[in-house]
């Protein structure tokens, strides 16, 4: 059985998803990860665009507010050094890159729901996150199979004493924010106070966190080093290994280079003022994901 969850990170959600992994063999996806990108992109448009586009039409039916989580996704291969919402283009790559469905599926809905703003009234925001991180991120079931994204296939890697595969050497950055100021950027918009936020597009993320993907891996080694579960366990310390992006990927995988934002409307409109620092988001989700690992080994220990 195929199962589609809407409000999976819900309580009930959460725990839903968590029974279905842990008793049935029935297909649940994760849609927004470079992997599935490359492997299913059919999928990724099915849901991205599709579906999202006959919510957004009842939205105008019915004339209700919509706030659309866009993705940093969709600018691609931007060359400016912080993406401006209103001003930067969005690049993208040639059609046998599937990584490139789900930023174009993403943006073709920002541009129908801008058109339907535009032309009839569609009260709207679009919000982009860029790399949110934090407990719950992905399930580390996805990690296993080594489709989740960073900084829980690092964990899963970590406590399984597997090396961390750095993507064509790691020199890809990122800007992480941590998940619960992202949240504070998110309820500002919802709040929408003074209808700041009508109309608007605002990128939601932490240009301070701006890390290569080797520096996250060396951070990650040095907190997993001193952690009381590894050594309770005496699970090796971490360690490194260079791979290629079409050994990890499979073909039809382009990466972004950098991706960073611009915060300067989310400051204007709502003083959004990020907090959280890499290394602080780092262990909070490396704790969080050491009780999902204990919680799995349980469920696995009780089925045998
Ligand atoms: N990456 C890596 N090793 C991994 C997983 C990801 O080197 O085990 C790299 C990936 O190639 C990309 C970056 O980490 O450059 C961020 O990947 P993620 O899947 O978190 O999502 P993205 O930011 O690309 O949407």
Redesign the pocket.
């Known amino acids: 059985m195929k199962v589609l969850i809407l409000g999976v990170n819900g309580f009930i959600g959460s725990h839903l998803v968590d029974r279905i992994m842990a008793d049935t063999d029935w297909e649940v996806y994760a849609i927004a990860?470079?992997k599935v990108y490359v492997t299913d992109p059919l999928r990724v448009f099915e849901l991205d665009f599709e579906e999202n586009l006959r919510v957004v039409r009842q939205c105008v039916k019915y004339k209700k507010r919509v706030v659309f989580p866009s993705t940093s996704?969709v600018y691609g291969m931007c060359p400016d050094e912080a993406f401006d919402e209103h001003e930067s283009p969005l690049v993208t790559g040639p059609i046998p890159m599937n990584r490139w469905i789900y930023s174009t599926s993403k943006q073709l809905l920002d541009r129908v729901i801008w058109a339907y703003g535009f032309q009839q009234g569609l009260k709207f925001t679009l919000f982009r996150p860029f790399?949110w991180m934090g407990p719950k991120l992905d399930s580390l079931n996805t990690a296993k199979e080594g489709s989740s994204?960073?900084?829980t296939?690092?964990s899963w890697?970590l406590f399984n004493g597997e090396p961390?595969?750095?993507?064509?050497g790691?020199t890809?950055r990122?800007c992480f924010i941590d998940v619960a100021d992202a949240m504070d950027g998110l309820m500002s918009v919802l709040r929408n106070e003074g209808g700041k936020a009508d109309g608007q597009i605002f990128n939601i993320g932490n240009p301070k966190n701006d890390y290569s993907?080797r520096e996250i891996a060396e951070m990650m080694i040095a907190i997993w080093k001193d952690h009381p579960f590894r050594k309770e366990r005496g699970i090796p310390e971490g360690r490194m290994v260079e791979t290629g992006?079409g050994e990890?990927y499979g073909k039809g995988y382009q990466?972004?280079a950098r991706?960073t934002p611009s915060i300067k409307r989310m400051q204007a409109a709502f003083g959004f003022e990020p907090k959280v620092s890499m290394k602080d988001s780092l262990k909070k989700a490396i704790d969080f994901f050491v009780e999902e690992h204990k919680a799995l080994e349980k469920v696995v220990e009780t089925e045998n």
């Open positions: 990860t470079p996704e790399n994204r960073l900084v296939q690092f890697n961390l595969q750095l993507v064509d790691g890809a990122r993907v992006s990890f990466d972004v991706r």
